[in-house]
């Protein structure tokens, strides 16, 4: 699905969403707009600990709420669905007075979703987009078609078909490469794989890459929950199947480090990265530590970032906004179309990370730390 369709559906909902932005019911909140932050609680679901990431974003969130007087009720789900339904239903009947969630799954809370606009509790959904529901309240992310773009780009870049400045490299086809995507039930998925298809399909289409597995479609490639062992198990089936002839793999369109680190062990167990048979450009997102240290080794070619403090501090200012009886600033109020509606967004920068890059983005940034990248893990 290319960005021009995705934002045409959203122009189409355009005036459902400002509609059920204004007045009373979702959103408009139980607070009267006067009390202090001490006597105000803002739940925050977040979807799992397996991933530095996500950790990184609820302690984020929680600690510049806390540091406003804001009591914060921070809670992880564990990947695991029905975890995350009751974790959120007991926040409301807790008396929570805006959520936060990254839902593990963007369909799955309608119920929690109409009992929270019921209770005058304003929804803000948080990096992924939940679906099908209208109390969706607001959106803060990045932009996740870009994201793709990127990470399509990264590939390109790497396989030396295109210089970092976008002009053409000096490489030539045919290179063989494979595609992965996230899990369908995270909304963000689309949004990535339509960026980086829409970067690649003209090389696909003229020869220069081929897709020897010819699995190109979403649900031919996407990886459930993220997980790096299912990646590493796929790669494995794609060696053994498409590459069998001797072949080589030259790139992988990865969505996710820890989905690239599942690849990149796959391919170093049969034998890339020794002698002759060097590592195919692998890409990524996240930025996170033990990636970071395979790029800065030359094993992982590249990872987008996002910087998670930035979205969590666009979380609490939606947050304050909503106590407050105010309508969050939004940056963009036509892309992000959950079915129901199109939800008011606040969408962030990316920017992608190669060898070169990781002292100026992220260590002068403070993101991480020049023993942490050497490391490969982030200090407690």
């Known amino acids: 699905m290319g960005?021009?369709?995705?934002?045409?559906?959203?122009?189409?909902?355009?005036?459902?969403?400002?509609?059920?932005c204004s007045g009373e019911g979702a959103g408009s909140g139980g607070t009267t707009g006067s009390e202090k932050p001490s006597d105000l609680t803002i739940g925050v679901s977040m979807p799992t600990q397996t991933s530095e990431r996500w950790i990184a974003?609820?302690?984020?969130?929680?600690?510049?709420?806390?540091?406003?007087?804001?009591?914060?009720?921070l809670q992880y789900a564990g990947d695991d669905i029905p975890t995350q339904s009751q974790q959120?239903?007991?926040?409301?009947?807790?008396?929570?007075?805006?959520?936060?969630?990254?839902?593990?799954?963007?369909?799955?809370?309608?119920?929690?979703l109409q009992a929270a606009a019921d209770a005058k509790i304003p929804v803000i959904s948080y990096d992924r987009l939940i679906?099908?529901?209208?109390?969706?309240?607001?959106?803060?992310?990045?932009?996740?078609?870009?994201?793709?773009?990127?990470?399509?780009?990264?590939?390109?870049?790497?396989?030396?078909?295109?210089?970092?400045?976008?002009?053409?490299?000096?490489?030539?086809?045919?290179?063989?490469?494979?595609?992965?995507?996230?899990?369908?039930?995270?909304?963000n998925t689309q949004y990535f794989f339509s960026g980086a298809m829409d970067t690649l399909k003209p090389f696909i289409e003229d020869g220069t890459l081929v897709v020897k597995s010819k699995q190109t479609t979403p649900e031919q490639v996407a990886i459930l929950r993220w997980q790096q062992e299912t990646a590493q198990k796929r790669m494995e089936n794609l060696l053994t199947s498409a590459y069998n002839d001797g072949s080589k793999v030259d790139g992988v369109l990865s969505p996710y480090d820890g989905i690239s680190r599942g690849i990149i062990t796959a391919l170093q167990?049969?034998?890339?990265?020794?002698?002759?048979?060097?590592?195919?450009?692998?890409?990524g997102q996240d930025a996170e530590i033990a990636s970071i240290k395979l790029i800065n080794d030359g094993v992982q070619n590249s990872t987008v970032f996002k910087d998670t403090r930035l979205l969590a501090e666009q979380a609490v200012n939606a947050s304050e906004a909503f106590l407050q009886k105010k309508q969050p600033q939004a940056n963009d109020t036509e892309t992000y179309n959950n079915g129901v509606k199109v939800v008011p967004s606040y969408l962030l920068p990316i920017a992608t990370v190669y060898k070169d890059d990781i002292k100026a983005t992220l260590i002068d940034s403070g993101y991480w730390t020049a023993e942490e990248v050497a490391a490969g893990q982030a200090k407690k």
Do not use: H
């Open 88 to 112: 959120v239903d007991q926040m409301i009947t807790q008396g929570a007075d805006v959520l936060v969630i990254a839902a593990i799954d963007g369909t799955a809370l309608n119920s929690q």
């Open 57 to 73: 974003d609820g302690n984020a969130v929680k600690s510049k709420l806390e540091a406003k007087g804001y009591k914060v009720d």
């Open 269 to 283: 167990n049969a034998g890339y990265g020794k002698g002759a048979k060097k590592l195919p450009v692998v890409t």
């Open 3 to 20: 960005r021009k369709f995705l934002v045409a559906l959203g122009s189409a909902a355009l005036a459902l969403s400002l509609a059920a």
């Open 131 to 187: 679906r099908g529901s209208k109390n969706v309240d607001f959106y803060v992310s990045f932009d996740n078609y870009k994201v793709g773009v990127a990470q399509g780009t990264a590939l390109l870049v790497g396989l030396g078909l295109l210089n970092k400045d976008g002009s053409k490299g000096t490489a030539k086809g045919p290179l063989n490469v494979e595609l992965f995507a996230g899990s369908l039930d995270d909304n």
